[in-house]
């Protein structure tokens, strides 16, 4: 993943298993191992960063067996990934061990607060999407297709997907840090706005 330039490299799945860490510590009885190895692997084989041919769970079982990870954990881990993502619960709320539950709050972490930001527009810079357009208005996506698919400018991503986070959380502790980020988000597009329209 080293290199990656859409916010998928290695630092992103590195910082989301340090944030999962930290998570964890306010939880009990969870495993530690299970969190880290879901954080360190979940993004191998997303369709933003997968140009194989192989599909998301074949890159997964492919990469357990190299890391020789005994096949108990490796389906623990699968389920983990293959459940977590933003886009495959936009229809309905996909089940979560624990675990898994504390690696998608780090993950949606990431997407939020400063780099948050940073990600957003680097990622829209690479599907080579407008900074902003006031004439296209966000959506409410219905579908993982359509979510998926779309060409939106990036300033219409946070209305469409990171505002929303904070409320998704599922611990007490990504809670927390969710509503630091998303007020840093808040006073960033203020200060957009204000520039957009030359007042500041
Ligand atoms: P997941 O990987 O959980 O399905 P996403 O597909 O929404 O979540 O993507 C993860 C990150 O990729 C986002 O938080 C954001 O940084 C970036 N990203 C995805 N879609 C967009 C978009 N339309 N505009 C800007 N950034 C995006
Ligand atoms: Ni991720």
Request: hydrophobic share 35%.
């Amino acid at each position: 993943m080293s290199g990656e330039h859409t916010g998928h490299d290695f630092f992103h799945v590195d910082r989301v298993s340090k944030t999962a860490l930290e998570i964890a510590k306010k939880e009990t009885g969870v495993d530690l191992f299970l969190i880290q190895a879901a954080a360190l692997l979940h993004d191998l084989g997303d369709y933003k960063v997968n140009n194989t041919k192989k599909s998301e769970e074949e890159i997964l079982k492919d990469a357990c067996n190299d890391l020789k990870i005994p096949s108990d954990y490796s389906f623990k881990i699968l389920e983990i990934i293959l459940n977590m993502s933003y886009s495959k619960n936009i229809k309905s709320r996909q089940k979560l061990s624990l675990e898994g539950k504390i690696v998608q709050d780090a993950d949606r972490l990431d997407s939020i607060g400063a780099i948050g930001i940073a990600r957003a527009f680097a990622f829209g810079g690479s599907r080579k999407r407008e900074l902003y357009n006031p004439e296209i208005k966000p959506k409410t996506y219905t579908s993982l297709e359509e979510y998926r698919n779309s060409e939106n400018p990036t300033l219409n991503h946070f209305y469409e997907k990171l505002f929303f986070l904070k409320d998704l959380m599922n611990t007490e502790t990504g809670k927390k840090m969710a509503t630091k980020r998303d007020k840093v988000m808040k006073n960033f597009l203020s200060e957009f706005d204000a520039e957009w329209n030359g007042k500041s």
